[in-house]
């Protein structure tokens, strides 16, 4: 279980006095249970990154802090991380490796055992239905099969918290459905999923609870049921267009 | 942490030495460069020479009235070299300069009037050789004529020594090695010492050079191209340290830059035989060159502090800079900074000024030179070292802050 507790993060542009600080997160509590699907959702610039980078340790909250079990990213990096899977879609793998040798290789920095590599490959290559590419230069993949590589790669260690930063983002529907399905299998076997999002079809098809990103701060929590109810939407989209569009009932 | 810092640096490697590509670069190119240079300046140079000496010159002579004793010899050992003579009248002296200008006349020479003259004259004879030093051809036959005019001119002054009575000897005062022992030369200079300074010289720099080519060819990749590419996030969010990321990171930048300089080294030497055939006719000769054991192990405690150095000043722009683009920018100013410092060291006589054996950098050029000269002082070896390491040791701390400050890591 991931417990977010008033994470704030800003950011000073600029230098000396024309320095600005842009308020990135505000204020941003929520839970993510075990078997469940969060979905961040948001506008560009929102500050879905931002969120999921301080819940990577990668970037140091201002101010707040987030917990798995008794650890937090604050004092304890190392273990945080060690249950973490993280992943964002603006990244480009080196391609001149095979999915297999760089499996091997993040194993190896994960210190896991060789046999541990091999039982967790086999999991992931057959989960993601890799196997006919793991022995091909990741230059010479398609765009999907680099992303299933990129996912494998980011879960080799086995996480308990696996932290995806628009994970479907330039994959044709095939792709994205077999990197979803992937999600729901995993959320299934009990861990806790979280991803970032503007896609609000996969959303609501994947994802049990919802979080509404808007200028840094969460403006709707909760089921699809939870934040439809006694309101005027009817469908996710709708909520979030309310909190976007001028016009809209929240703007 | 050694250990991830092992496996990093494994993995780079075998990126390194498997890519067909980066192996030319890093490798063959260093060696192959120096030997191809040197082989083509110095066949370019000799075939260049021949064409020049094989040459037929125009040589114009001006003259309004011939017939002197010593103008006709003058006119008799042009005839001995591979020119070709016309004559004319002083009134056309302005287009014959002219031509020279215009590079359609090697050689003017102007002939005063000397109808009639002697040589027990003792007269004074006035010429003028007019020549256009841009033309290689002109050039050449000016020097060839002088030449030529002063053997006459010594065998005028002794015939006319002859006249009065005395012996022509008086004109010698000394010879200067003319009576050495047919086994005797007059350079004493130690066997292969003479290539030792040439390849002192040369060396230093070109060591340099391929230390941060290669550094750079491999460092700037290293982090800035994984900023760029995503890459890093995904590295840092393993149970990796930073700090064995960096070592990890700089020992594969290190090892692509020692493996430029020893190639570079070894091409140079196997260069140097054609740098001996274009800057000497002495017989020195390349064999007598040796590097003994010793002098190797000086070489690598002087090379590898400096790569250690150089790499992790690669390894802090590329830190720095937020993608690979923008490291190039900010390292070429410091690339040329180097080949400055490697020129300079060059160009420093066979005792350099105390600021460059404090410096770094420039200590361990100046030491490298020692080195291959045959003459280095251990102290100034290890000072050196000492001097690099240390450098080092405050640019990898640097590169650590900014590997921990996330300012630095993401900036956009
Ligand atoms: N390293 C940084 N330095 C300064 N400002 C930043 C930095 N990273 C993000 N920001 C700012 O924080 C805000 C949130 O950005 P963030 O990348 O988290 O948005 P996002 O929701 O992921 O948007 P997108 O959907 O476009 O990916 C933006 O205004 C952005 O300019
Ligand atoms: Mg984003």
């Known amino acids: 279980m991931l417990r977010v507790e008033k994470l704030c993060k800003e950011f000073r542009n600029g230098r000396g006095r024309s320095a600005k600080t842009v308020k990135a997160v505000n204020n941003l509590s929520f839970q993510c249970r075990s078997g469940e699907i969060y979905g961040l959702l948001g506008p560009n610039g929102a500050g879905k990154t931002t969120t999921l980078r301080c819940l990577s340790t990668l970037i140091k909250p201002s101010s707040g802090n987030a917990w798995i079990d008794k650890y937090n990213v604050l004092e304890h990096g190392q273990m945080f991380r060690s249950k973490i899977g993280f992943l964002t879609s603006d990244m480009k793998l080196d391609g001149y490796f095979t999915p297999d040798y760089m499996m091997n290789w993040f194993g190896q920095l994960n210190k896991m055992q060789e046999s541990q590599i091999e039982q967790q490959k086999k999991r992931l290559f057959s989960d993601l239905q890799m196997t006919d590419f793991i022995h091909k230069k990741i230059d010479e993949l398609s765009t999907g099969m680099k992303q299933k590589t990129a996912v494998a790669i980011s879960l080799i260690h086995d996480p308990e918290v696996i932290i995806f930063d628009e994970p479907t983002n330039g994959l044709d529907i095939v792709t994205s459905k077999a990197v979803t399905d992937f999600l729901v299998s995993r959320a299934e076997s009990g861990k806790t999923v979280i991803i970032s999002t503007h896609n609000m079809t996969i959303a609501e098809k994947l994802c049990h609870r919802f979080g509404i990103l808007v200028d840094g701060e969460l403006k709707e929590e909760g089921s699809l049921s939870d934040i439809i109810q006694g309101s005027s939407w009817d469908c996710l989209e709708d909520v979030f267009f309310s909190y976007i569009l001028p016009g809209g009932d929240h703007v | ?412």
Not at chain 2, 132 to 154: H, I, L
Request: hydrophobic share 50%.
């Open chain 2, 1 to 412: 942490m050694f250990k991830d810092s092992i496996i990093i640096l494994r993995k780079e490697l075998r990126r390194m030495f498997t890519d067909r590509r980066l192996v030319f670069m890093l490798v063959v190119l260093p060696l192959v460069m120096l030997p191809l240079m040197y082989s083509f300046m110095g066949k370019a140079n000799r075939t260049r020479q021949g064409e020049i000496t094989s040459y037929t010159s125009r040589v114009a002579v001006c003259s309004d009235s011939r017939g002197g004793e010593i103008s006709e010899l003058f006119f008799q050992s042009l005839e001995l070299l591979n020119v070709h003579v016309e004559t004319a009248g002083l009134d056309q002296l302005d287009s014959l300069k002219q031509r020279v200008v215009d590079k359609n006349l090697e050689l003017l020479i102007v002939m005063p009037d000397d109808t009639g003259d002697l040589i027990t004259d003792n007269t004074v004879l006035d010429l003028s050789v007019f020549y256009n030093s841009t033309g290689d051809y002109s050039k050449f036959a000016f020097d060839q004529v002088v030449a030529t005019f002063a053997v006459v001119s010594e065998s005028i002054v002794s015939q006319r020594l002859r006249e009065i009575g005395m012996s022509e000897d008086i004109l010698t005062a000394y010879t200067i090695n003319q009576y050495l022992a047919a086994d005797e030369t007059a350079d004493l200079a130690e066997e292969g010492s003479v290539m030792g300074k040439l390849i002192g010289i040369m060396m230093p720099f070109f060591i340099v050079i391929y230390l941060f080519a290669n550094s750079m060819k491999v460092g700037l990749d290293s982090v800035a191209g994984e900023k760029e590419r995503g890459t890093l996030a995904m590295l840092l969010v393993n149970q990796v340290s930073r700090l064995s990321i960096v070592l990890g990171k700089m020992l594969s930048v290190m090892v692509a830059a020692i493996v430029g300089a020893v190639s570079s080294a070894i091409g140079l030497r196997i260069a140097s035989r054609y740098l001996i055939d274009m800057s000497s006719d002495s017989g020195v000769n390349i064999s007598e060159y040796t590097m003994g054991s010793s002098a190797i192990i000086q070489f690598a405690i002087v090379v590898i502090p400096l790569a250690i150095l150089i790499s992790s000043l690669v390894l802090l722009v590329s830190t720095f800079a937020r993608n690979v683009k923008e490291g190039q920018g900010m390292i070429m100013p410091i690339y040329i900074a180097v080949m400055v410092m490697g020129v300079t060291t060059m160009q420093t006589g066979d005792v350099p000024p105390e600021w460059m054996r404090m410096a770094p950098v420039f200590n361990s050029l100046v030491v490298l030179k020692d080195i291959f000269m045959q003459n280095a002082v251990w102290g100034n070896i290890l000072f050196s070292m000492a001097t690099s390491l240390l450098a080092a040791a405050v640019l990898i701390f640097i590169t650590l802050r900014m590997f921990n400050d996330e300012r630095v890591l993401f900036r956009i």
